[in-house]
């Protein structure tokens, strides 16, 4: 009984960690990457600001200037945090990268003395790029 019951949890366990963990994104073709790198304009805390300034409506909270005519501390407040937000993604976040074994084919010709030279061949390690800070 005391083993069952310590199994029981064990599989409680696992199957909790195993439903935490999120799906990975889906992978994006490098061509459609490409072609929307100059599209993006990178990461704004004054865009991030505005969008969540102007969804506070949303939920009761008004974004205009306060009915005495003071400032909207509010609206101060929530361009803190973005600005805050960003630069600590800007300063201390990481891009993680990797390629796998068998990603990467290789074509090519060259010349030899014995005339022309056709080789293929594909990477077998696996290169990563890890980077520090999103500029």
């Known amino acids: ?17 195993i439903s935490g963990v999120r799906k990975p994104f889906p992978e994006v073709p490098s061509v459609l990457l490409l072609c929307d790198v100059k599209n993006r304009s990178g990461l704004s805390a004054i ?49 993680m990268s990797v390629i796998e074994p068998g990603s990467l084919q290789i074509t090519g010709t060259a010349m030899s003395s014995a005339g022309p030279i056709e080789f293929v061949g594909t990477n077998t390690s696996i290169p990563t790029n890890v980077r520090g800070g999103l500029q």
């Open 47 to 95: 865009s991030l600001g505005t969008a969540i300034i102007s969804r506070l409506p949303e939920i009761g909270i008004p974004n205009g200037v306060n009915a005495d005519g003071s400032e909207n501390l509010i609206n101060k407040y929530t361009m803190l945090i973005a600005e805050e937000l960003v630069k600590e993604i800007k300063n201390n976040g990481i891009s």
């Open 1 to 17: 009984m005391l083993i069952m019951n310590k199994l029981s949890n064990l599989i409680k366990t696992i199957t909790k960690v």
